[in-house]
């Protein structure tokens, strides 16, 4: 955390400024409570009874709401570069959006993150067919991904971090995919605000694992309208460019000269309507970058997204060598999100840190493939600040 925001904070807490919205009280009392256990409260029922629970986590300025259906990420609120603290993560407001319509809202994504062409793969010369629910192709694990699933939570903390523990077992067959998985996420809000992701897993089988997060992030406020006008630099020189069904054709493409250069900072509007074809098939933005850094034992560096309007910087550090980005570009005004808004596209966006699309039928991609005695385990850090 920067000095002007953390002396924005302070200043804040110690005058008791009455909160202009609900949220943001709820926010600033959990942000000053001496305990930060995480809390939990009655979120909504599935069809067969089953109790949803969302849960809150407040550390460091950020607040934090997971649901334990689907570890979705419900809200993430941060404050401004005047100390207003605010949603920047879309959602519902209820359970029956998310099990209904939900295009992934803050899901966690597996088995496999991203999609499979023709929802097939050949492991140790066994082909898998997986449910198809996205034309052609499998998405995000399939019609009930992790997402979708419902999972364990344990609440912990431990010096002067706190966090949720989720845990599942997918078992043989689920969706498809060999081996009984053992799967953990934790999140964790460090003292500094930071919000971290650890991946693990481990399985009995071969299997192909590649989890990830899918919040859809606007920096001036959920349900605010486009993102067009963020900033992002992003630490890649190269993207993975697809065919018209968005499967990557195999190739590892230079950005330069293309509206996917990132490289230095620009708005994420600046090239997105641009007579490309590769934006044509994507509707826009929904592509992989291939990091400059790789794969690494430690988080290292991948982006910097910035909203003018509020002052807010997440920045993202990972081990993964790759980085799915998505401009919103299916957000159609057929969803009415958390604040009560339409949604509409370009409304947020999605920075899925991953392995690469389809990897299990690309031989020249980074491997995913988990095999008994290995253990899966990626790790990503978000970073906030404002300036």
């Known amino acids: 955390m920067n000095t002007s925001r953390r002396a924005v904070i302070a200043a804040t807490a110690a005058a008791g400024l009455a909160?202009?919205?609900?949220?943001?009280?709820?926010?600033?009392?959990?942000?000053?409570?001496?305990?930060?256990?995480?809390?939990?409260?009655?979120?909504?029922?599935?069809?067969?009874?089953?109790?949803?629970?969302?849960?809150?986590?407040?550390?460091?300025?950020?607040?934090?709401?997971?649901?334990?259906?689907?570890?979705?990420?419900?809200?993430?609120?941060?404050?401004?570069?005047?100390?207003?603290?605010?949603?920047?993560?879309?959602?519902?407001?209820?359970?029956?959006?998310?099990?209904?319509?939900?295009?992934?809202f803050g899901g966690l994504i597996g088995r496999f993150g991203n999609r499979i062409a023709a929802g097939k793969f050949t492991l140790d010369g066994k082909t898998y067919q997986l449910p198809l629910n996205d034309g052609v192709n499998t998405l995000h694990g399939g019609t009930k991904g992790f997402d979708k699933q419902l999972w364990n939570v344990a609440p912990y903390t431990k010096g002067s971090d706190a966090g949720l523990i989720l845990t599942r077992t997918s078992p043989d067959g689920e969706m498809g995919y060999p081996g009984n998985l053992k799967v953990k996420v934790?999140?964790?809000?460090?003292?500094?605000?930071?919000w971290r992701?650890?991946?693990e897993a481990t399985t009995d089988k071969p299997t192909v694992v590649n989890l990830t997060n899918h919040t859809y992030f606007n920096l001036a406020g959920e349900g605010s309208g486009s993102i067009y006008d963020h900033t992002l630099e992003l630490a890649?020189?190269?993207?993975?460019?697809?065919?018209?069904?968005l499967i990557p054709t195999g190739e590892l493409a230079k950005v330069a000269g293309t509206p996917f250069d990132f490289r230095r900072t620009k708005t994420v509007g600046a090239d997105i309507?641009?007579?490309?074809?590769?934006?044509?098939y994507g509707k826009g933005i929904d592509h992989n970058w291939a990091l400059?850094?790789?794969?690494?034992?430690?988080?290292?560096?991948?982006?910097?997204?910035?909203?003018?309007?509020?002052?807010?910087v997440m920045k993202i550090h990972?081990?993964?060598?790759?980085?799915?980005?998505?401009?919103?570009?299916?957000?159609?005004?057929?969803?009415?999100?958390?604040?009560?808004?339409?949604?509409?596209?370009?409304?947020?966006?999605?920075?899925?840190?991953?392995?690469?699309?389809?990897?299990?039928?690309?031989p020249s991609f980074p491997s995913t493939v988990l095999r008994p005695g290995q253990t899966y385990r990626t790790t990503t850090l978000h970073t906030f600040s404002t300036r």
Do not use: M
């Open 19 to 104: 909160a202009t919205t609900l949220g943001t009280t709820t926010q600033a009392q959990a942000a000053s409570r001496p305990s930060r256990t995480p809390s939990k409260e009655y979120f909504g029922s599935l069809d067969d009874g089953t109790k949803v629970y969302v849960w809150t986590i407040a550390n460091g300025g950020t607040r934090l709401q997971v649901l334990s259906y689907g570890g979705i990420i419900h809200r993430l609120e941060l404050p401004d570069r005047r100390g207003r603290s605010t949603n920047v993560a879309l959602g519902f407001d209820n359970l029956a959006d998310y099990v209904a319509k939900s295009p992934f």
């Open 318 to 362: 990972t081990t993964e060598p790759g980085l799915q980005f998505y401009s919103g570009n299916f957000l159609d005004g057929t969803l009415v999100g958390t604040s009560g808004h339409i949604y509409r596209q370009g409304d947020a966006l999605c920075l899925e840190t991953q392995h690469f699309p389809d990897s299990p039928n690309q």
């Open 292 to 312: 400059d850094k790789g794969i690494t034992a430690e988080p290292e560096y991948a982006l910097t997204l910035t909203d003018p309007s509020s002052g807010r």
């Open 273 to 280: 309507r641009k007579a490309n074809q590769q934006l044509l």
């Open 236 to 245: 890649a020189s190269r993207y993975t460019p697809v065919d018209s069904t």
């Open 186 to 194: 934790v999140y964790t809000l460090t003292a500094r605000g930071e």
């Open 197 to 199: 992701i650890d991946y």
